[in-house]
């Protein structure tokens, strides 16, 4: 009975959707009040339908309803809890039921605290809004259904696939989602801003906290995703080039640069049809991932049951809102009206670059997921692009990308001197020289040549953004009490770019210190057996069997001592679950903030007496992530930021001048 | 002009788009075998041990397992299968129709099997198979060029390697591809 309420409750949201479309575009060409206004409640209700409609399927997972037959294939009466309810997300029906759950949740906030917004704009992004929800309601009800009943029930479940049994992955594509679907609020305000014919700083305004939600949760998703692989796969590699994580990957590089170029049309009223086009790239790049994972189009480790139906779905949504926005871009773009003018270096400037910059990083990754497709249609032959490729095009477009980074806030609207802005610089070069030496001196040569690049790096992203943020507060120029209020009234946006800029560095820091000197023994040990790896000794004590709720484990113990001192107790796993008959490695870390111990349990040799051990010691790895962390709490920082909360133009200029005489502080 | 740049992502996104509809009618898996139209491997693998084959004790009896030279002389399939495979399984009544209704003579490599294991699971799911080789190390599957289980080759009268597929068999497979390719194979 209760699927069955959830099934009907989608199909009235497929219906609610279709109001919450049409009559508000009609209702806004002939600037009828009462026809717009009824994508307000139409929004509400389409997300509480959809919401009636996840809880029903949540529920049949919980209470293990096997007459469900996405029950059945994805879950266990013995499963924990946890993935009982997460179990729901970790099927492709249940994620595209999480997909439209964020999508309705996004426009529903829309319809709530839109209350300012300009009514035919409202009426047109929310009408927009709801025609992705169609799409997207008909691609569930006719291709990926959950609800559908089987007869006879089984008695028990096939379970859920067990690398995903894990608390990291429970809540990757949640975040993951939120980020992918949040863009949509972008794409929905650039279509909606085309068909008005007009962009302002208004729009950008409203745009910009969307497109920050939206980036934040998504690096959250990734960071956790990638963590995932690092400890769950067990081969100690934290990123791989997948094309799912390209694809998940692209609309971040997108997103990110039109998180930036949003601020110039916010503040100086130029690059609008740029950020427009932005728009409408970032979306349709989290359409496509979502079609790539979902149509078997690419071989990856992350594909879904792949059924080309769904796949042919997909791309038909593709080609309606991709394709139709584009066109519509083709027509509305160029009567937009260009906006203020700007000398190259300026900060404007310093933003395009980071925006030419983030797109050929972009394109990069594109063409290097899609390049086996595009080869094999054209019969000449087939191919895989792997981590050489990436790591030999990308990384050349993010170095200058990190080294503009820290220069860009030093610059001035409009025309800026880029010498003094260097020279303000300083700290931030004496401690590149001195991270750099220090590193070549204590690793002595070992690793290669990019390594001192990378911490070179790392240091010049660190330091430079917190440079520019004492400049800001004149530390050390005025007194601390001075400068300590300085940055209290400093805006929150501020604050929220030197926290994500600073933590870009830490990232660079742990992906540097990880690939340049990381080490490792993957050998045949018995209990008993010694290993030694980067000073510490690896005690191979014994193994033990285990019971978990639906899987039976091999369980190693390890002790690791430094120079006869004991540093810890490890006791990574070897996981056998009984129903799907898979085996996953549970592996066990030890992290100290300067590195990771890292031991899985891996196979039993032949004659069952060994086991296949990996010790990999990964110097600086944990950065990656408490970069990752750190860049979205500045995301979710600068989302706090007055002028995003009340829609009205900050009034920081005022403050900034009662902080003394010191130069001219730049505009944020 | 400028027009035209406008109009650039559009005709670009086209480009992308009919990639990708193109993309539908090729699989990403379908990797082409490097032996192809060259003979079969040489191998002489044993029969499952405790295997029954015609009344008897495989162990013992002569050529009771699978070896290159009862490959020559039809057209005939070799599939790789074991019983800890789950795609094995759903294919398995395919293979049988395929030997026991549409008269291709299938042979079984048992791929990193226990012998046990590979016993019950022939009794629970019948036997389709001419004749079975046990691969218990692998070592012949590397010649064959398997990377995954299940994998099946079509060899022609004079023990070449005509056809291979990768993963589970299902009936468009056989009516679409290897039927037709049995019959012109037994023509030629």
């Known amino acids: 009975m209760i699927p069955e309420l959830g099934h009907y409750a989608l199909v009235l949201a497929l219906f609610v959707a279709l109001v919450q479309s049409v009559p508000p575009l009609v209702g806004a060409a002939t600037r009828n009040g009462a026809w717009m206004n009824v994508a307000v409640p139409a929004a509400i209700a389409q997300m509480l339908l959809v919401l009636l409609s996840y809880a029903a399927l949540t529920w049949a997972h919980v209470v293990s309803d096997f007459s469900v037959l996405n ?30 759950v964020m999508l309705t949740i996004f426009g529903a906030a829309v319809a709530v605290f839109g209350r300012n917004l300009p009514p035919t704009l409202k009426a047109r992004v929310l009408a927009v809004q709801g025609l992705i929800g169609v799409g997207f309601l008909l691609f569930i009800l006719i291709t990926s259904n959950p609800f559908i009943r089987v007869i006879p029930a089984p008695i028990d479940g096939n379970d859920l696939n067990p690398l995903l049994q894990d608390p990291g992955l429970a809540f990757h594509p949640p975040f993951l989602y939120a980020g992918y679907v949040g863009f949509s609020m972008a794409f929905s305000f650039a ?175 594109f063409i290097g997921t899609l390049y086996p497709l595009f080869l094999d249609i054209m019969k000449l032959g087939k191919v895989s692009v792997g981590a050489p490729f990436f790591n030999a095009t990308f990384v050349p477009v993010a170095i200058p990308m990190v080294i503009a980074m820290v220069v860009g806030p030093y610059l001035s609207w409009k025309r800026a001197d880029l010498g003094a802005a260097l020279t303000r610089l300083w700290v931030a070069g004496v401690a590149v020289v001195a991270a750099v030496a220090v590193t070549a001196y204590v690793k002595a040569g070992s690793g290669p040549l990019l390594a001192l690049v990378g ?156 086991w296949i051990v990996r010790i990999y010691h990964h110097p600086l790895v944990p950065w990656i992530w408490i970069g990752g962390v750190g860049m979205m709490l500045g995301g979710l920082v600068s989302l706090t930021d007055r002028r995003f909360r009340i829609g009205a133009p900050e009034r920081r200029r005022t403050a900034g001048k009662t902080g003394g005489k010191s130069a001219p502080l730049p505009a944020e | ?91 398995h009544p395919v293979i049988t ?55 099946s080759y079509l060899i022609d009268r004079k023990g070449r390697i005509r056809f291979k597929h990768v993963g589970p068999l299902t009936p468009q497979v056989v009516e679409e591809q290897i039927l037709p390719m049995v019959k012109h194979l037994r023509q030629g």
């Open chain 1, 71 to 100: 029950v059945v294939q994805n879950s266990h009466s013995a499963k924990p809890m946890l993935y009982k309810v997460s179990g729901v997300w970790g099927n492709h029906e249940g994620s595209m039921m999480l997909w439209i």
């Open chain 2, 1 to 91: 002009m400028r027009r035209l740049l406008y109009l650039l992502p559009f005709l670009l996104f086209i480009g992308v788009g009919v990639a990708f509809f193109l993309g539908f009618e090729r699989d990403p898996r379908d990797i082409p075998s490097a032996l192809i139209d060259k003979p079969a491997p040489t191998f002489d693998l044993p029969a499952i041990p405790g295997q029954m084959v015609q009344g008897q004790p495989a162990q013992g009896q002569p050529g009771a397992g699978l070896s290159s030279a009862k490959l020559a002389g039809d057209v005939t399939l070799v599939n790789v299968f074991a019983s800890w495979c789950i795609p094995c399984k759903a294919e």
């Open chain 1, 455 to 610: 911490i070179g790096l790392a240091a010049w992203a660190f330091v430079g953004s917190l440079v520019e943020f004492a400049d800001r507060i004149a530390l050390f120029r005025t007194s601390f009490r001075n400068s300590w209020n300085r940055a209290v009234h400093l805006p929150r946006s501020a604050w929220g770019m030197t926290i994500a800029h600073a933590c870009v560095g830490l990232s660079i820091l742990g992906m540097t210190g990880t690939s340049a000197w990381q080490t490792e023994s993957i050998t045949a040990m018995k209990p008993g057996d010694r290993a030694s790896v980067a000073g510490y000794e690896f005690q191979f004590d014994s193994v033990g069997l285990v019971d978990g709720p639906n899987f039976k484990a091999e369980r190693g113990t390890f002790t690791v001592t430094k120079d006869g001192q004991r540093v810890a107790t490890l006791e990574p796993e070897r996981r056998s679950y009984s129903t799907t008959r898979m085996t996953t490695t549970e592996s066990a870390i030890h992290t100290t903030v300067f590195s990771d111990l890292y031991v899985a349990l891996g196979d039993p040799t032949q004659n069952g007496t060994a």
């Open chain 1, 191 to 365: 279509v909606a801003a085309l068909i008005e014919g007009r962009v302002d700083p208004a729009w950008a305004r409203w745009v910009r906290p969307w497109t920050l939600a939206a980036w934040s949760t998504l690096t959250m998703g990734i960071a956790m995703g990638s963590w995932w692989a690092y400890y769950e796969l067990g081969w100690g590699g934290w990123w791989y080039w997948d094309p799912v994580e390209n694809a998940s990957f692209m609309p971040w590089l997108a997103g990110t640069a039109l998180l930036h170029s949003a601020i110039v049309v916010e503040k100086r009223d130029a690059l609008k049809s740029w950020t427009i086009l932005l728009a409408i790239v970032t979306f349709s790049l989290s359409l496509m991932g979502t079609f790539l994972v979902r149509s078997g189009i690419l071989t990856s480790v992350h594909a879904f049951a792949v059924d080309p139906k769904r796949g042919i779905f997909i791309l038909v949504l593709l080609a309606i809102a991709t394709g139709g926005s584009l066109l519509l871009y083709s027509l509305r773009a160029p009567t937009l009206k260009a906006g203020g003018l700007f000398a190259p270096i300026s900060r404007e400037g310093a933003l395009v670059l980071n925006n030419l910059l983030l797109s050929t990083a972009t394109a990069t990754v």
């Open chain 2, 97 to 151: 129709r395929l030997s026991r209704e549409q008269g291709v003579t299938v042979y079984g490599i048992n791929y990193k099997d226990k012998p046990e294991d590979a016993l019950t699971w022939l009794s629970r799911n019948g036997n389709p198979y001419a004749a079975i080789g046990a691969d218990q190390d692998g070592r012949v599957s590397i010649d064959w060029g398997v990377y995954g289980v299940p994998e």
